[in-house]
């Protein structure tokens, strides 16, 4: 069944287990966001990227995704390499950072313990991507960093997830004329190890800055 779909709302406590975690953290650490996190970005994307969730450091700290924390030191270099992001470091929400023609969100809104979302959990966030993505043009690009990011993406777009195989630079055109790029997500893990290089996320942007600009 299709997603419902929902405006965003940093007040949102539909999952029960992650509004009880947040609170948690909230209570340790005062200082931190440590509520849903917003998208980020050009409110009219021709790119619009999709994360996993918050990191604890990193966005759920800062209120931005990938924002202040290690996954945001290779996307954010990236990003202003191609052109689409005003600088190359995301340090905080008032940084001074500008994103054009893309959009940063993520598939589950809010922090999870341990990083890791249950499946209810991206099914129920999964209205709020549903109406970040209804707001896309035609032609659009989303990439979806990693395999749950690519199944939300499908989630969201009613699709079968055998058709559209999640594999690192693969890309699936998507009804309406948008297309799904898809990358390892840039996370500490797979660049330490190497299953994602500097040089692969690139090749990815190259192909989409492409898609974007033929000729």
């Avoid at 999870?112 to 043009?137: G, H, I, Q, S």
């Avoid at 594999?167 to 309406?176: I, K, V, Y």
């Amino acid at each position: 069944m299709a997603a419902e779909c929902l405006q965003f709302s940093s007040a949102c406590t539909r999952c029960t287990r992650l509004a009880r975690h947040l609170a948690g953290v909230r209570a340790e650490f005062p200082d931190y966001h440590a509520r849903p996190v917003a998208a980020f970005g050009d409110p009219r994307p021709r790119l619009l990227i999709v994360g996993l969730a918050p990191g604890m450091h990193g966005a759920n700290r800062t209120g931005r995704p990938f924002t202040g924390d290690y996954a945001g030191i290779l996307l954010y270099d990236t990003l202003h390499r191609f052109g689409f992001a005003s600088r190359a470091e995301a340090i905080s929400s008032d940084d001074g950072l500008r994103l054009t023609g893309c959009r940063i969100t993520n598939a589950v809104k809010c922090l999870p313990p341990a990083n890791k979302p249950e499946a209810d959990e991206v099914r129920r966030c999964n209205a709020y991507l549903k109406a970040e993505m209804k707001t896309l043009p035609r032609g659009a690009v989303i990439l979806a960093l990693g395999g749950i990011a690519h199944q939300a993406v499908l989630m969201a777009e009613a699709l079968p997830r055998a058709a559209y195989r999640f594999g690192h630079g693969a890309c699936h055109l998507l009804p309406g004329g948008r297309v799904l790029y898809d990358s390892y997500h840039c996370s500490r893990y797979n660049t330490q190890t190497r299953r994602l290089t500097a040089g692969m996320f690139r090749d990815v942007f190259a192909a989409i800055s492409q898609h974007l600009n033929p000729g």
